[in-house]
């Protein structure tokens, strides 16, 4: 299953652990925004959302 921007950080992350080190990196964490969806934490942190979910699949 492919990730995509309306996922849930938390969810996303407990289908794939091993993205967690990724949304680390760019400082999207499960403990403050979990409940957030990927695209909305990529605003956050002025990201890219295609860039980041490229980063991400790419994993899975």
């Known amino acids: ?5 309306d996922m ?4 996303a992350i407990r289908m794939y ?3 967690t080190n990724v ?3 760019y400082g999207i ?3 403050c925004g979990g409940d957030n969806t990927l695209k909305k ?3 956050a942190q002025k990201l890219n959302i ?3 979910l ?3 699949n790419a994993l899975i």
Not at 1 to 5: D, E, N, R, S
């Open 23 to 25: 949304l680390m990196k």
């Open 50 to 52: 295609d860039k980041l």
């Open 41 to 43: 934490a990529a605003e």
């Open 8 to 11: 849930k950080v938390g969810e």
């Open 17 to 19: 652990p091993d993205i």
């Open 29 to 31: 964490c499960n403990c």
């Open 54 to 56: 490229n980063e991400i």
């Open 1 to 5: 299953m492919k990730i995509t921007g």
